[in-house]
């Protein structure tokens, strides 16, 4: 089954296209399934710069709603989860078909904040960016975590980074929740997917779901071949969707 569930859009702030656009995309490509995962926007606008505004969900939620195919369209969110806002994750999550978790930002002990793609990230860092992810894993609001290997686009693999991949393994086997390949490192030529990483993963028992993570309608399809013979090379075996409401996951092409 060719699906994509991870998918921006001009709603996002730093993508492009309209979703009727993605939509002809996935249909041109012979997709059986889309969704659209905007950035998750906060009520105080935190974090505005990489997402729509608040105020835009209702249009976005909409303009999602009203779109006409013979392949299911659904509607979702990619979410920075913070424990602090868990109650407005879990009101989302009851209005849209589903919730991608994922970390972008790292929040340091001093208070202050940085990106997973930046280049000077420590050790204290990585750590930190992998205790926030089981911790999303562990919340059950998510059907996958996205691009649990971003923190090596910019980080070298050696001790830390092990750990901190047990760390999310060990969540995400505990919790039962899938994991994302990812292909816009693929696209935008960074540092994951992370075979260091996949290989742990394979070891454990996980199987992957793949997503673009497009941010322009040229790359709906692009990164699927890679990311086939990327796992196909590892030995890993995929998982595609079983049912859609609510969305849940099967065992879907050996690799």
Not at 25 to 31: H, L, P, T, V
Not at 92 to 99: I, P
Not at 186 to 196: D, F, N, Q, V, W
């Amino acid at each position: 089954m060719k699906y994509n569930l991870h998918t921006h859009s001009f709603y996002c702030g730093h993508g492009s296209g309209k979703l009727s656009e993605y939509l002809s995309e996935a249909e041109r490509n012979g997709f059986g399934l889309l969704g659209f995962s905007e950035h998750c926007p906060f009520p105080d606008s935190f974090l505005s710069r990489s997402r729509m505004g608040y105020w835009e969900m209702e249009v976005y939620e909409n303009d999602v709603r009203s779109l006409r195919s013979d392949i299911p369209v659904l509607l979702g969110y990619e979410v920075d989860y913070m424990p602090a806002r868990i109650d407005y994750f879990k009101a989302l999550s009851e209005r849209v078909d589903y919730l991608i978790g994922a970390t972008h930002f790292i929040f340091r002990q001093d208070g202050t904040m940085a990106s997973v793609f930046g280049k000077h990230l420590s050790e204290d860092d990585i750590l930190r960016y992998a205790d926030r992810a089981a911790e999303a894993i562990a919340s059950g609001l998510f059907s996958f975590f996205a691009h649990p290997d971003v923190f090596l686009s910019s980080y070298e693999f050696g001790k830390t980074a092990e750990r901190a991949t047990e760390i999310i393994l060990d969540a995400a086997v505990s919790f039962a929740i899938p994991l994302e390949l990812n292909g816009n490192g693929y696209l935008k030529g960074r540092g994951y997917p992370s075979a260091e990483f996949w290989k742990r993963a394979g070891n454990r028992g996980i199987h992957p779901l793949l997503s673009s993570d497009a941010h322009q309608t040229k790359d709906l399809a692009k990164p699927f071949d890679f990311l086939h013979g990327f796992a196909r090379d590892l030995g890993l075996s995929l998982i595609e969707p079983a049912s859609l409401y609510p969305l849940t996951f099967r065992m879907g092409q050996e690799m």
